[in-house]
């Protein structure tokens, strides 16, 4: 028997009478209480009806993509007013900030197409191209910046330091202006969290624009502006290489990170009538979406005796209660029938 247990599941059925809720694995807290869980700190907010996290923050993003494209062309104007290198690698790193930004709203709305029989998790996995291919784009914006700067310590040309300063407060009081627009989403979704960093890096990048200024205009020394340069391109490297990394293990389907395979087979094994787990699979669609599968040898019983539903529903209570995760599916089998079977876990 199979039964999937989707993000909005009917209400579980009342314990068998002579059963008393299984010692390692809790039914879910009354509805107030698993609210009030919901909403603590650091819990990821549940997304409005056909809509993905990032969906329900597609306000927050365009917000802060119309602030990255007007420091963009400001930075742009003002690299060619100065001379400024740094002023120039500020603004690419401003514009494929904003190009990543307008990847990350593009793929929210597409995901939150409604589901097809072709595609039955609808587009939510689109969020997760574009993070990839967010990181991607500033990986090369990094080159280019390295590229640059590198060619400057060479014959590093005049700059206006005055006209520098100025254009790098503006911008960092801009990137600051963003921050605080992002900072309570980026918990909620890879896409967010990963234009919550990018625009962190900005805010150092436009940091060093103004200390770079000073410097020039305290010292002369205009080797600060390509030296300037290639720290703002090393401030993109690590936080696009992890979010890199996390799109990575998403679309190759690897456990959530937080997840302990042995540990969800532990507490589901204390489940009264359970002899063995097997076949466990737990993957992620999108930023907030963990998705379990497992295979269930219960006691013969279970299944004569009509029991099947309320095993079930003390199962998705495990996961649901102690791991997170509310779509699951089960397969329960009678001893023996996993000889009939092929394993991949």
């Known amino acids: ?19 008393p809720p299984e010692p390692g694995c ?62 120039f690698a500020d603004a690419a790193h401003m514009a494929a900030d904003a190009a990543g930004l307008g990847l990350s709203l593009l793929a929210a709305w597409f995901a939150g197409r409604p589901a097809t029989d072709r595609r039955t998790f609808g587009y939510a996995r689109a969020e997760i191209l574009a993070a990839m291919a967010n990181s991607l784009i500033l990986l090369a914006m990094a080159g280019v910046i390295f ?27 801009a990137n600051a202006c963003s921050l605080l627009v992002l900072r309570h989403g980026q918990s909620d ?5 990963g234009a919550f960093l990018e625009v962190a890096a900005d805010t150092l990048g436009a940091a060093a624009v103004v200390i770079t200024g000073i410097i020039i205009s305290a010292t002369g020394f205009t ?8 720290a703002v391109g090393t401030l993109i490297l690590p936080r696009t290489w992890r979010l890199l990394r996390e799109a990575v293990d998403i679309l190759l389907e690897a456990s959530p990170r937080g997840i ?5 087979r532990q507490h589901m094994a204390a489940v ?25 040898v219960v006691d013969p019983q279970v299944i004569e005796r009509g029991q099947s539903a309320i095993m079930l529903d003390r ?31």
């Open 189 to 193: 979704s890879l896409n967010v969290r």
């Open 315 to 345: 199962l998705q209570a495990c996961l649901r209660g102690h791991f997170d995760v509310d779509h699951s599916t089960f397969q329960l089998e009678p001893a023996g029938h996993a000889e009939h079977e092929q394993p991949m876990h």
């Open 272 to 296: 009264s009538g359970v002899r063995e787990v097997h076949e466990l699979h737990v993957w992620t669609i999108t930023s907030g979406l963990p998705v379990f599968s497992a295979h269930v």
């Open 26 to 87: 809790q039914p879910e807290p009354p509805d107030g209480a698993a609210r009030d869980q919901r909403n603590r700190p650091g819990h990821q907010h549940e997304p409005r009806s056909g809509q993905t996290v990032t969906g329900s923050y597609r306000r927050v993003l365009t917000v802060v993509l119309a602030i990255s494209l007007g420091i963009a062309a400001a930075e742009v104007a003002g690299a060619i007013v100065t001379g400024a290198l740094v002023l």
């Open 260 to 264: 302990n395979l042995d540990e969800i």
């Open 1 to 19: 028997m199979t039964a999937g247990h989707g993000h909005h599941s009917e209400p579980g059925h009342p314990p068998e009478p002579g059963h």
């Open 147 to 173: 590229t640059l700067a590198i060619r400057r310590l060479a014959s590093p040309p005049a700059v206006n330091s005055g006209l520098l300063i100025a254009f790098g407060a503006g911008a960092l009081v």
């Open 223 to 230: 080797l600060a502006d390509p030296i300037a340069s290639l």
